[in-house]
């Protein structure tokens, strides 16, 4: 993989090599601030993202900071600077140009970036969506993945209510959504296993819900690397990006709000 802006050599990373020798490599080399062109980033930018993270949270955070100074919009930054960096990296992974542990390192301190840029992006959140609730859940028996808090990071800059759970089983999420009343239920799928049982899962979930007008939106990982793949889950799916999810999600809520009027229980009187 070539780039001007880039001196490390991807080429030579080898499995037979060792756990961390691309890592070790990286860590030789200097990140460098790639020229920004008039059309923002590009993969030389998402390339240069990769090596500072490879590197280490400082020089990933001097990277970003410096796009941000040089009037990339963080909106931007997000979709794509870190998004297609971490997906290069995955890819790089499966390539056997990157190992394992370079690869989580790597993602991990992409999320960090996150979370470190989180208050910068929540700075000018809008009032968009006007307190309307949404739960966003990954796979079960996970933790929170980058896609789960980047997707809750663009509802709550349109102004919802977030929360994110991490569920064992669909018979937790279950109860969670019977006990609080939410708009808009958000499914990140990142495997294909995950699919059977959020299938099953459907149809109790519209029953238990303390909302039972609930939006259900589906997108995540699995739908940009399988795109092709029939869900056939009855619900949306939303295989674009997190800004355009909370988008399409907002359009459903308001439009189920503007065809009939919530009938209020002791669940969501405080809600709507």
């Not at 990277?63 to 794509?80: K, M, N, P, R, T």
């Not at 609730?133 to 349109?158: I, N, P």
């Not at 399988?226 to 939303?238: A, H």
Request: glycine share 6%; with cysteine.
């Amino acid at each position: 993989m070539e780039s001007s802006a880039l001196s490390f050599n991807f080429e030579i990373a080898a499995p037979s090599q060792g756990l961390g020798s691309v890592l070790l490599q990286t860590l030789k080399q200097t990140a460098q601030f790639a020229p920004l062109g008039p059309g923002g980033l590009d993969r030389s930018q998402v390339q240069a993202l990769c090596q500072a993270s490879l590197q280490g949270a400082e020089q990933a955070t001097d990277l970003v900071q410096h796009w941000l100074a040089s009037g990339v919009d963080i909106e931007e930054v997000y979709l794509e600077g870190i998004t297609p960096a971490a997906r290069l990296m995955g890819q790089w992974w499966c390539d056997d140009v990157l190992d394992f542990a370079s690869a989580s390192l790597g993602h991990a301190r992409l999320r960090h970036l996150l979370f470190e840029l989180s208050p910068v992006f929540l700075k000018n959140a809008s009032g968009q969506a006007k307190g309307l609730s949404c739960c966003v859940v990954g796979a079960f028996q996970t933790q929170h993945t980058m896609g789960s808090f980047m997707l809750s990071e663009f509802f709550r800059r349109s102004g919802w209510h977030v929360n994110q759970f991490e569920c064992d089983s669909a018979d937790e999420l279950l109860k969670k959504l019977a006990i609080d009343w939410y708009d808009l239920l958000a499914l990140s799928l990142s495997c294909e296993q995950q699919l059977p049982e959020i299938r099953r899962s459907i149809k109790l979930i519209r029953q238990a819900s303390a909302n039972p007008q609930i939006q259900i939106i589906a997108g995540g990982p699995l739908l940009n690397a399988r795109p092709d793949l029939p869900l056939n889950l009855g619900v949306e799916v939303v295989g674009e990006d997190a800004r355009v999810a909370q988008e399409r999600a907002l359009e459903l809520v308001m439009a189920v709000r503007c065809r009939s009027p919530i009938k209020l229980t002791l669940v969501n009187v405080n809600r709507s």
